[in-house]
């Protein structure tokens, strides 16, 4: 069964440093998102994707925050100058085009900002 | 605003004993009800969509049901198998593609 996968599974930064954390989303749902779960707190949508463009995204999505799908599989969330309190899990999803409105998640990357 | 309760926060059974957890929702115009099954340090595993009241889905040990303005989500005669936190979610119909994510039921299930 078609899943969604991420990279890495855990990363650790410096305050202040860039990151750039990866999703494959299923190879024929076109609608991609990043959610975000801070420990403890419930999932938060951060921004959502189609056809090549931002279609909707929350408060906490910043100028510090992008997105980009920079090839025909991969879909990222560059995060430009970290801070302490960017340590959650993040969640990539995807939806298909046809009508169907589940989003399925994938297994997350644990961001650490020290 | 879009707004998801669920109750209990915490639920401990033993194997075998039937129990049902609670979503509340207010959402202006419901695109859809999502109940997702969340392990520790993992992401949401999807289980059902309910998308108007009456309707119920089933899986296994799992029913989801759905009124105007509650879900459900009954499990019987469950398994430890079945320990996870249970979230509900909520998607609106106006213009918007986000979900918006109850804190979720921990279930625990005793041998």
């Known amino acids: 069964e078609p899943e969604v996968t991420q990279t890495p599974s855990h990363q650790v930064t410096q305050m202040g440093q860039e990151v750039i954390l990866r999703c494959v989303p299923i190879s024929n749902h076109l609608y991609f998102y990043w959610y975000r779960q801070i420990l403890g707190q419930k999932v938060e949508f951060l921004v959502s994707?189609?056809?090549?463009?931002?279609?909707?995204k929350s408060e906490i999505f910043d100028d510090q925050f992008s997105v980009e799908r920079p090839d025909g599989s991969n879909f990222t969330l560059k995060i430009r100058s970290t801070k302490l309190e960017d340590s959650a899990m993040y969640f990539c999803a995807s939806r298909r085009f046809d009508g169907g409105d589940t989003q399925y998640f994938g297994p997350g990357t644990r961001l650490t900002v020290l | 605003e879009d707004q998801v309760t669920q109750s209990p926060e915490a639920l401990r059974l033993q194997e075998g004993e039937s129990s049902s957890l609670n979503c509340s929702y207010t959402?202006?115009?419901?695109?859809?009800l999502f109940w997702y099954r969340q392990d520790p340090g993992k992401g949401p595993e999807f289980l059902f969509t309910l998308y108007s009241a009456g309707e119920e889905k089933e899986k296994e040990r799992l029913k989801a049901t759905l009124t105007k303005k509650e879900s459900f989500l009954h499990i019987t005669a469950p398994k430890p198998e079945d320990s996870a936190t249970y979230l509900c979610?909520?998607?609106?119909?106006?213009?918007?593609?986000?979900?918006?994510f109850g804190t979720g039921t921990r279930l625990t299930i005793i041998p």
């Open positions: 994707f189609y056809n090549n463009e931002i279609s909707e």
């Open positions: 959402v202006s115009g419901l695109r859809g």
């Open positions: 979610a909520v998607g609106s119909n106006f213009g918007n593609e986000k979900l918006t």
